[in-house]
């Protein structure tokens, strides 16, 4: 079934380090692909997304590709900042009418000044 | 401009009680889901809903209990609690357009010993 894996965590950086966050899938046909943030003590909330190859998400200075020949869809940030503590997760919408996510595990990014 | 809402924030449960997670969105999403989440774990998928009176199992259903009687509101019940059970519990909603965000409530953190 479809799938989503994600590099472990805890990534530690330094504040304007730049920041990559691993992640591909496996999926039949054409999935959408997001990623969410979540805060300490908050839900989820959709930081970029790209619907089809190639696409580019981009938001807060983060951005994604949808690299369909790799099945990938690495999140960077050219210089984190400490307000971007968080854990990050990758997810994809699988087929059909539900619009259901799938969810890697999760990486928490730990900025320090 | 509530968006979805989740009561309580916290509950420690005794084996083998009963309680309802509460959900209830303003925005009037069709969709609406529940996850857990575990640590190391991602979300998983419990149940979710396409609309009132209609709900479906997700990847992790057993123990739990779900009903749709209003676009508004989808409870979470569980009704012999086990340890297993302990988790962050999140509800979510969407129009459920293809590609489309899903909005987060701030989570239950329940406890079962």
């Known amino acids: 079934g479809d799938s989503v894996t994600q590099m472990e965590g805890p990534v530690t950086l330094s504040e304007e380090a730049f920041l990559t966050i691993n992640c591909t899938y496996t999926a039949t046909g054409y999935p959408s692909l997001f990623w969410y943030v979540q805060y300490p003590g908050e839900g989820l909330q959709l930081l970029l997304k790209a619907t089809k190859a190639d696409d580019k998400g981009s938001n807060k200075g983060f951005e994604a590709t949808y690299r369909k020949e790799t099945t990938s869809f690495h999140l960077e940030k050219g210089s984190v900042q400490v307000s971007d503590s968080a854990v990050y997760f990758c997810a994809l919408r699988s087929g059909g009418a539900t619009n259901k996510l799938i969810f890697g595990t999760g990486t928490l990014l730990a900025v320090q000044p | 401009n509530a968006g979805v809402t989740q009561t309580p924030k916290f509950r420690i449960l005794k084996i083998g009680q009963s309680m309802t997670l509460q959900c209830t969105q303003d925005?009037?999403?069709?969709?609406m889901y529940w996850y857990r989440q575990d640590p190391g774990m991602g979300l998983k998928l419990i149940y979710y809903s396409v609309g009132a009176g209609i709900t479906d199992k997700g990847e992790v259903p057993n123990g739990y209990n779900v009903s749709r009687s209003t676009t508004e509101d989808f409870p979470l019940r569980l009704e012999l609690a086990a340890p297993s059970q302990t988790s962050v519990y999140f509800c979510?909603?969407?129009?459920?357009?293809?590609?489309?965000?899903?909005?987060f409530g701030s989570g239950t953190q329940l406890s079962v010993l």
């Open positions: 979510a909603s969407s129009y459920g357009e293809r590609g489309e965000k899903l909005f």
């Open positions: 925005m009037n999403h069709n969709y």
